[in-house]
């Protein structure tokens, strides 16, 4: 069975900031890794997703993710955060060899102060 | 782009009563899942749909039924609301089910049984 965590439920962060959110997972198989965003009222998007190859992803909006396999994380990360950037950032996991089921954490709400 | 419709985007309804939670998407997905979002336990999958009239269980499908009639639309059926089902509903689809694919999220449904 696959899982994953996400610590922080809440981070506030000044405008122009760097912010990352954290994401931990755990499988006992190779995994997929997603990061989805939901802005206020709307359904979730995809901002990024690791498949294989390169362990640093580059997603929409200015966002990356690191796959770190040793830490079992997939942290995402913006140099400098806007006001439009407010909104709730979800992690998902999917393990590989098995039909379509993806994991979702339990989400992080970003906060961006002016 | 791909576009995912939810019939409601606000319900009430009464405990007792049968609900119908409509989901259409317009890009030919095979898969399509309903979703339940509720604060500080992310999304939970009820069930998902590989399949015209092919359907799986999720995480929590105690209290749910879905029906697949169509490729493009999934419904989510409450056979008896009760109160512990008020929640924000989330209909997605993708393309396959290949654990790799991105799934595109409808607005949601924010539902509340009194």
């Known amino acids: 069975a696959q899982s994953v965590t996400q610590l922080d439920s809440q981070v506030p962060v000044f405008e122009e900031a760097p912010v990352e959110l954290r994401c931990n997972y755990s499988?006992?198989?190779?995994?997929?890794l997603f990061w989805y965003v939901q802005y206020p009222n709307q359904g979730l998007q995809l901002l990024l997703k690791y498949l294989s190859g390169s362990t640093l992803v580059k997603g929409i909006n200015g966002f990356e993710a690191e796959f770190n396999k040793s830490q079992t994380s997939f942290h995402l990360r913006k140099p400098s955060v806007h006001i439009s950037d407010t909104a709730e950032y979800f992690c998902?996991?999917?393990?590989?060899?098995?039909?379509?089921?993806?994991?979702f954490g339990t989400g992080t709400k970003l906060q961006v102060i002016p | 782009d791909v576009k995912v419709t939810q019939s409601s985007r606000y319900l009430v309804k009464r405990t007792g009563e049968k609900v119908f939670l409509e989901c259409v998407q317009d890009m030919d997905h095979e898969n399509m899942f309903w979703y339940r979002q509720d604060p500080g336990l992310g999304l939970r999958l009820i069930y998902f749909?590989?399949?015209?009239?092919?359907?799986e269980k999720g995480d929590i499908p105690e209290g749910y039924s879905v029906s697949r009639e169509k490729k493009e639309r999934f419904s989510l059926i409450l056979e008896s609301a009760s109160t512990n089902q008020t929640s924000m509903y989330l209909c997605?689809?993708?393309?396959?089910?290949?654990?790799?694919?991105?799934?595109?999220f409808g607005p949601g449904t924010r539902l509340l049984v009194l």
């Open positions: 749909s590989y399949d015209v009239k092919m359907k």
């Open positions: 997605a689809s993708s393309y396959t089910g290949a654990v790799q694919e991105t799934q595109y």
């Open positions: 998902a996991v999917s393990a590989s060899g098995g039909y379509q089921k993806v994991t």
């Open positions: 499988s006992s198989v190779s995994v997929y």
